[in-house]
């Protein structure tokens, strides 16, 4: 009994560091299953408010189909994302057609002034902003998870539960280009 003693205050020690850790990374794997869920809110946000902007152009600006069609296609993409590389590509894809709404409104000087347009593109300056923002707050969620995954001993129950890294939101190439607006 004496020798039993001993042997069950090691499982029980490392039952209880397996748990901890266990729960640990639990809650870690469910804030960056939070922030990437905020991240695609922000998105939606955004998506569901271009059509509103591009209807008001749309009524100033009626032979610019073109630009029409390609936004669309932008929130289409954005709303068939489901990974933060397709969410990256398809939000280059919505930066583009939203500048391409800009140069349409510099060319219809009274498109500018229309209070509706004005506070559309209030709207969406906001809620770019907000996705950055979002974006940060995912990454930063990842990393905290990403290092908690590859510390020992974690490491060793990560593995042996399945968790493996996660995938940062990272910006499409050549986003660090600044954009060429021509008239």
Do not use: C
Not at 22 to 38: M, R
Not at 83 to 111: F, G, S, W
């Amino acid at each position: 009994m004496k020798k039993l003693i001993p042997v069950l205050a090691i499982v029980l020690i490392i039952a209880g560091i397996f748990g901890s850790t266990y729960n640990k990374l639990q809650v870690k794997d469910e804030d960056v299953n939070q922030a990437w869920a905020q991240v695609e809110n922000t998105m939606q946000r955004r998506a569901d408010l271009i059509p509103n902007l591009v209807e008001t152009v749309k009524g100033y600006a009626k032979h610019e189909e073109d630009v029409f069609t390609k936004v669309t296609e932008a929130r289409s993409a954005v709303k068939a994302a489901s990974t933060p590389k397709e969410y990256a590509a398809a939000n280059e894809q919505m930066d583009q057609a939203v500048k391409n709404i800009n140069v349409v409104a510099e060319a219809y000087p009274e498109l500018k002034a229309d209070s509706n347009f004005a506070n559309l593109q209030a709207e969406l300056a906001g809620t770019e902003n907000r996705i950055a923002v979002e974006r940060k707050r995912y990454n930063e969620a990842v990393a905290d998870f990403n290092k908690s995954v590859k510390r020992f001993p974690t490491n060793i129950v990560a593995k042996m539960l399945g968790f493996s890294q996660r995938e940062y939101f990272q910006a499409a190439p050549g986003a660090e280009k600044v954009p060429e607006v021509k008239f």
